[in-house]
């Protein structure tokens, strides 16, 4: 539900609002696992957040990070003017709280990188899903970010996914 759409249900009465969406319930464990006090007999305050390292448990939190943090690189994908850094219009009231939520993110060492626009080079750590043979190009080039990738301190969470324009074919090289 859109923040807009979230606001709208607060002019009619209760019992005709529609709830928002719940987080799916894998992840209520996953956050409790990891921001639990800790084991039985543990002095630390249960707010307390544990910090997450590649030397503590593979797996689920790592991913819920990653899928956090693609889901706020979408959510910036529909709130800014293509090709700008500038919150549409409509999308004005809530750009400050997404932009701090997006600090938060930069703040903590994660880093999400989009691809477009950018050159291709095999071998870059990088899903290609497709080759789009594009008149114009000379070179290889990232035309679409689908996932991008995603660095906590440096090292990488989730490999992207790309669109990638090369340039067509010629004769000379289908002979």
């Known amino acids: 539900m859109s923040f807009i759409a979230s606001i709208r249900q607060l002019f009619y009465p209760a019992e005709f609002r529609i709830a928002p969406p719940g987080m799916p319930l894998k992840f209520y464990s996953i956050l409790e ?42 959510l910036k994908q529909n709130m800014v003017k293509p090709g700008t850094e500038e919150p549409l219009e409509e999308m004005r009231r809530g750009w400050r709280q997404f932009s701090s939520l ?32 594009t008149e114009g190009v000379t070179h290889e080039q990232i035309i679409e970010t689908i996932r991008p990738t995603v660095f906590y301190k440096k090292q990488i969470l989730q490999v992207g996914e790309v669109i990638v324009a090369s340039p067509p074919a010629t004769d000379a090289d289908r002979g």
């Open 33 to 74: 696992r990891y921001f639990a006090s800790g084991e039985e007999g543990d002095t630390r305050e249960p707010h307390r957040i544990r910090v997450f390292d590649r030397s503590g448990p593979p797996g689920e939190f790592p991913q819920f990070l990653a899928q956090l943090a693609t889901g706020l690189w979408r």
């Open 102 to 133: 997006w600090d938060l993110l930069a703040e903590n060492d994660i880093e999400i990188r989009d691809h477009t626009g950018s050159p291709y080079q095999a071998g870059m750590a990088l899903s290609v899903v497709a080759f789009q043979p």
